[in-house]
């Protein structure tokens, strides 16, 4: 009898695009480009090994998308212009040898950003926490934003339609727009940081029309088979208790509004790496099974996802399509490719965390240290 039962394993399609399974590389920072943005060839070696170890597809860590005010951090990655692009052009040769689709995941950093004098935010609200502009010396608050005027509103819009032809020229698979984790989009979503009275504040519909607008951009400026997807969060990196005023009602508020753009995929962070603790309704709904019971899109779970009873629950329980798997795949990079086998991965810790250290760097911090494993 033929049977129902999906695994991480399956092979699956986004946007007509064969993946050979569900699993997929969240995007994660590593600050390892050049000064100027540029992607390495150790950058390359380290997005192949994801590929390599069998991963469907990858997102990779957030890139900066203009000159003007979006880079979030020293040696981050951006494409913004043609040196970038030849950088990422080895990048998504390495990842496309081994057949995983990759997605550059493209990201403002807006008030959150670590390195910009002047930031620029939905409104002049200082954000919580306190950045680190460089990680040796101590950090210090946010400085308050500059509220968008309308020039800016243009500036991050174009930067982003070039961001993702230029990430197509490179021969990524799709771009991921991320308005997740507290950087600018979800500034907008967020009402404490949006204090706008104008079209972009308000209702949920105001505080997502920009998100939306440049979505749309996004995809007329590329081939319709180029994938657009996009992360949302209800944590942020600066405040990881924060949850949407409202709960399911909010989350089926924020799908239905989000559903009218019908995105290629949608992605659910949950930064603090707890699905149970960030995604989980005291109702028992999930921002996952809203999404996935309003949109057509696919649903991209994570937080943990490296529990694989957990992952096949969600996408038995129709909360999921896929999983993102962030740390675990630091650690080991082949993860599918132990798990399908039956062998033991290699256990993530807290060192490997550390921006800058790359997989090589962190294979050597991690043969130097006893540190026991947090998952
Ligand atoms: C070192 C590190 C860097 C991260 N950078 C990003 C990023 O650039 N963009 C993003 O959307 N999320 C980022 N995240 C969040 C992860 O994508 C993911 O949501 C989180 O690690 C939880 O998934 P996990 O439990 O599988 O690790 C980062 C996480 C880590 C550990």
Redesign the pocket.
Known sequence: METISKTIFDPTKIRGRKLANRLVV?????VSATAAGVPTQEMADYYEAFAAGGFGMI?T??TYTDELSSKANHNQPGITNMEQMSGWKHVVTAAHRHHALIIN?L?HGGALSEVSEETIGPSAVRPAGLRSTDFSVPPSPFPTPRAMDPADFENVKAGYVNAALLAHQAGFDGV?L?A??GYLFDQFITPHTNLRTDRYGGSERNRLRFLMEVYEAVKVALPDDFIVGI?V?ESK?NDLAYRWPGGSETARRIFEILAEIDPDYVHI???????ERECLYPDGFSSNSIAKSILRSPVIA?????DVALAEKLLNNNAADLV???????ASPNWPRLTAAGEPVVP?FKE??K?SLTLAHARRVREQSNESAL?
């Open positions: 969240a995007p994660m920072t590593r997102i860590e957030g995941q990201m991921e991320h997740a984790n992360r969060s990196v962070a949950a930064e603090g790496g707890r699905w994570n937080g943990g996802m490296h993102s798997i962030g740390r675990a795949a630091i993530f490997l965390i921006p998952c």
